[in-house]
Structures are given as structure tokens and as C-alpha cells.
């Protein structure tokens, strides 16, 4: 079954340090895997997904199929990157939908 | 990116009573998607909205109590029906556009009293 587990539901960092969200999955088939932010006050909106291996405001994210994983990364977190974070991953044979993880809230100290 | 709406944005509503929740896209999306964000918890999808064919729905999640309506490629509605407080949360509609990439609605946030 499709799961998707994010470990930290809270997680606290300075302006300027690096941080890494965690994100691990399970799925039998090649998943494809997204990053959505949720500013607050805002609507869910797409950060990023490994397929385009892209940079979006200075976030990466690789997939580890050995390890089943998908972190987030950054390397030097700003304020307005706090948010609520939530790994997301789409089975081939669910015609699109997206299984979440619990999210992580993320807070970035001046 | 689709821009997706949806009215209203939020509700207090009586338990026993029934909310319908209206979800507008800019463009024609083949799959519209309805999700339920409780308080603290992530997103659980309650069902999958096709045009042309009923829902389907999710495990844990019946017809009769959140009867979904897909009338045309751009809109949907899903109904809350005989709400409990349990059924306090935010609904938010989605689809899946161009390159596989789902978009949210704004969300609706209802809370039974």
C-alpha cells in the first residue's frame, strides 16, 4: 500500500542554517514525488517535483529509491520559508491521485 | 496553472443540515479531486470526480453522505451532508492539469456546530 511518512511534524531552524525536511514512502511501482507549501493564509500550491529535478527557491529535493526517500533540502533557510510542508507521492495506477504525508510546519528564527 | 475557485470560503452550519460546496476551473480538466483537511491532520481524498460518471469514492467514504456532482469539464460540487462536528474541517477541491501537476482550491473551511 501506498504510504507517506514525514517524520517531524515540527521542526525549528535560524535564519541562514541548513535545513532538511524528511519525507520516506513506500509504494511497489515507481512513484512520482511532490513537495507542496502551504504559506499561511494561502492555498496548497506545488514547491516542487522530482521528475523536473528543478531548484525552486533554493529547495532541492532527489529521490533515494534505495532508500525510499525524498527529503527536502535547503541550504541556507530564510524567514519567509516558514510554512507547513507536505511530501505527496502519485501512483501510476491511481489515475492521479496524491497520497500526503501528515506535513511538517516549518519555522525559520530571525 | 489552472486557477481553481471555490464558494464558499467558509460556513457555520446547524448539525442535521447539508452544505454544497461549489469548485470553479479556469480550464477543462478531465479528473476533479475533493479532499478533507481535519484540524491537525494532512489531506485525505474523499473521492475522484469524473464528468460523465459518478464518483469514487474513497475508503470510509459513501455517496450518501457526500454526494458529488460533475456536471460539465470545469465544475463540480461536493455535498456535506447531515453534518456532525465531526465533519468540522477544510474541503478543498483539486485537479490534475497539464503535466501531470494537481492544483488546489483556496479551500473551504466549515465548522459544525
Known amino acids: 500500500a501506498q504510504r507517506v511518512t514525514q517524520p517531524e511534524k515540527l521542526l525549528s531552524v535560524f535564519k541562514g542554517a541548513p535545513v532538511e525536511l524528511k519525507c520516506n514512502y513506500s509504494?511497489?511501482?515507481?512513484?512520482?514525488l511532490f513537495w507542496y507549501v502551504q504559506y499561511s493564509r494561502q492555498r496548497l500550491q506545488l514547491l516542487l517535483r522530482?521528475?523536473s529535478r528543478e531548484s525552486i527557491k533554493g529547495f532541492t529535493a532527489d529521490l533515494n529509491k534505495g532508500e525510499t526517500s525524498f527529503h527536502l533540502k535547503k541550504p541556507f533557510a530564510q524567514e519567509e520559508d516558514s510554512a507547513m510542508y507536505y511530501c505527496?507521492?502519485?501512483?501510476?495506477?491511481?489515475?492521479?491521485?496524491?497520497?500526503f504525508g501528515r506535513g511538517t510546519q516549518l519555522t525559520v528564527w530571525p | 496553472s489552472a486557477v481553481i475557485s471555490q464558494k464558499p470560503s467558509r460556513d457555520i452550519c446547524q448539525r442535521g443540515t447539508s452544505l454544497t460546496i461549489q469548485c470553479q476551473v479556469d480550464?477543462?480538466?478531465?479528473?476533479m479531486f475533493w479532499y478533507r483537511q481535519q484540524p491537525g491532520q494532512s489531506l485525505t481524498l474523499i473521492a475522484t470526480?469524473?464528468?460523465?460518471?459518478?464518483?469514487?469514492?474513497e475508503s470510509g467514504f459513501v455517496i450518501d453522505k457526500f454526494p458529488i456532482s460533475r456536471p460539465n469539464l470545469t465544475f463540480s460540487t461536493l455535498t456535506v451532508s447531515n453534518m456532525s462536528p465531526e465533519d468540522s474541517s477544510i474541503y478543498l477541491c483539486?485537479?490534475?492539469?497539464?503535466?501531470?501537476?494537481?492544483?488546489f482550491g483556496p479551500g473551504t473551511r466549515l465548522l459544525v456546530l
Open positions: 509504494y511497489s511501482g515507481s512513484p512520482e
Open positions: 483539486s485537479d490534475r492539469g497539464r503535466a501531470e501537476t494537481q492544483y
Open positions: 480550464s477543462q480538466v478531465t479528473m
Open positions: 505527496a507521492l502519485k501512483g501510476g495506477s491511481t489515475l492521479g491521485r496524491l497520497y
Open positions: 470526480a469524473n464528468q460523465g460518471s459518478e464518483a469514487t469514492y
Open positions: 522530482h521528475i
